[in-house]
């Protein structure tokens, strides 16, 4: 079973993807702003993070940026409602796999998880 870390601030984006990857079998583990983010990433190890980029603490931006200076083997999709292009290139030259953009399409997140999932074993 993979495990996917969430991190977002809203609550209610964090229920509604814990369900629906618990639902597909994957094992979730979540995080409310950035530093619980970090210290989730060294206690939980996830295969994949899911990660805003505004949150209060620490920005989804600096914790790719440590998360990748951690493992560069972990996968970080960014899942946030920021529309900048300069961000969203910012992100994936940092390494993130892909930027998702809120309101997001389920069944392209799900996509997108078993395609990299299939590229990491």
Known sequence: MSKILVVDD?????????VF???RNYEV????NG???LEKVREENPKIVLLDIYMPGK???A????????NKDISVIMVTAVTDEAVGHNALTMGAYDYIIKPFDLDYL???LWWKLQLMN
């Open 63 to 70: 914790v790719l940026k440590e998360i990748k200076q951690y």
């Open 35 to 37: 530093v619980e983010a």
């Open 29 to 32: 583990a979540t995080a409310s």
């Open 21 to 23: 990857l618990e639902q």
């Open 10 to 18: 809203d609550p209610v984006i964090v229920h509604l993807l814990r």
């Open 59 to 61: 920005s989804g931006l």
């Open 110 to 112: 799900e996509k997108v």
